[in-house]
């Protein structure tokens, strides 16, 4: 068993930053983590991923090149460093953690979510 709690998040205005992270407790070892948001009326979609070498990342194309996510080292507390944020990012992130491939892990745990809102 893993649970997830989430951190962060909060208000910002467009082109401004954001950061949430997630803490990450049980039987982790060589767990992959991610990011997931789902807004208001829409679908949950990926938004980043990082496995458990600290460095392979996989990112959705609405966030490519405006987030980062990493992982403290050997530790498991990964972060979601989000700039140039529009409007179109407000949604509740959820933090989530499988194991598999970095671009198709089987998130079988899921946190509580945390909300981002972002204002024009």
């Known amino acids: 068993q893993v649970e997830l709690v989430e951190f962060g998040g909060g208000s910002a205005q467009t082109g401004g930053s954001l950061r949430v992270s997630c803490t990450a407790s049980?039987?982790?070892?060589?767990?992959?983590m991610g990011w997931f948001r789902q807004a208001p009326g829409k679908e949950r979609e990926f938004v980043a991923a990082?496995?458990?070498?600290?460095?392979?990342?996989n990112y959705g194309d609405s966030v490519k090149g405006r987030f980062i996510i990493f992982r403290e080292v050997k530790k498991n507390v990964i972060y979601l460093r989000m700039t140039s944020l529009t409007p179109e990012d407000t949604a509740v992130y959820y933090c989530?953690?499988?194991?598999?491939?970095?671009?198709?892990?089987?998130?079988?745990?899921w946190g509580q979510g945390t909300q981002v809102t972002v204002s024009s």
């Open positions: 989530a953690a499988g194991w598999g491939s970095i671009t198709a892990p089987n998130y079988e745990f």
């Open positions: 049980g039987r982790t070892s060589g767990i992959v």
């Open positions: 990082i496995g458990s070498d600290d460095v392979s990342t």
